[in-house]
């Protein structure tokens, strides 16, 4: 049996998920305080989640990333926006997939069971999260965060790609080419200053983190990252 958590303020299609998901055997409990999001994560401990984006408060994105502190639990968006912006937006802040309202429950339980084979199941991986370090910078690839000494940002996917390959190469100069082969699948039609745009908010995620002047651009060649950070307590 396995448990979902159901965060939808509207009443009516919470009790229609609860009853269709307990009707194949598993276990479905609809959150009741929007306020208390995460902590009724935390005490249920689903298996997956079925995310309303247009919450009280706040709204599903912000809660899918207070999730994805914690936990890699399946997400799965149900809103009634259809623009394929708010799909990317919500991959983007951790979410596993996206419905439109109105659907088809059977869908949703189509969707459920994909998850829960993916990540529980016949199609399950490796269960030991990813997790890059280098000199107490802490890079957290599946939850697209990058921790330092108590402090962490969040990451988007091209952000969590970057740092990722520099992280590997520390010190190295990692050329244009292969950082853009690594973003983006096609990069002949990439405008040239995409790569550039993306290196400067990983500078400013860095010096959030108060690294300052670690990510270095040499002209028309490539980047380095340099370790000029370190994990408190040491030097």
């Known amino acids: 049996m396995y448990k979902v958590l159901i965060v939808e303020d509207d009443e009516k299609i919470g009790d229609l998920l609860k009853s269709y998901i307990e009707k194949y055997g598993n276990k479905a409990i609809i959150i009741e305080d929007f306020q208390k999001v995460l902590e009724t994560f935390e005490i249920v401990e689903p298996h997956i989640v079925l995310m309303d984006i247009n919450l009280p408060s706040f709204d599903g994105f912000y809660w899918c990333r207070q999730i994805r502190t914690i936990s890699t639990c399946p997400v799965i968006f149900l809103s009634a926006r259809s623009g394929e912006m708010d799909q990317v937006y919500a991959i983007e802040n951790g979410g596993d997939d996206y419905l439109t309202k109105p659907f088809h429950y059977e869908v949703v339980m189509a969707k459920i069971r994909s998850q829960i084979r993916r990540v ?28 330092l000494n108590g402090k962490w940002v969040e990451l988007t996917k091209k952000e969590m790609i970057l ?18 082969e690594k973003l983006w699948d096609d990069y002949a039609y990439v405008d040239d200053n995409a ?27 490539g980047y380095r990252l340099f370790g000029t950070w370190s994990a408190e307590g040491k030097r």
């Open 195 to 221: 790569l550039s745009v993306n290196v400067t908010r990983l500078r400013k995620k860095l010096a959030e983190l108060g690294i300052a002047d670690a990510l270095e651009t040499v002209r028309g060649t």
């Open 163 to 180: 740092t990722e390959t520099l992280l590997k190469r520390l010190g190295m100069l990692v050329s244009r080419e292969s950082i853009l």
């Open 120 to 147: 529980y199941g016949d199609y399950a991986g490796s269960t030991t999260e990813r997790v890059i370090e280098k000199s107490g910078l802490v890079l957290y690839p599946e939850r697209m965060e990058l921790h």
